[in-house]
């Protein structure tokens, strides 16, 4: 679930849209991902590999190619 400021600043970038619908007679509120957000998906994805990366190094002492 996103905040409330993630919300508004995902919204207000354009990488999410988001519609309303009624669902057993109260609205849901419904996101999508944008092509704008799947672009930002995909460098946050990237930022986590590489910092799982070094993690992973101290933590399991993996090195290039998965040598120790």
Known sequence: ILS??????YLKDNYLETYDMEFQGRNRRYYKITSNGMILL?????????????????LLGIEKDGEK
Do not use: H, L
């Open 42 to 58: 995909d460098q946050y994805r990237r930022e986590w590999a590489s910092f799982k990366s070094g993690v992973d190094k101290i």
């Open 4 to 9: 409330k400021t993630k919300d508004r600043m």
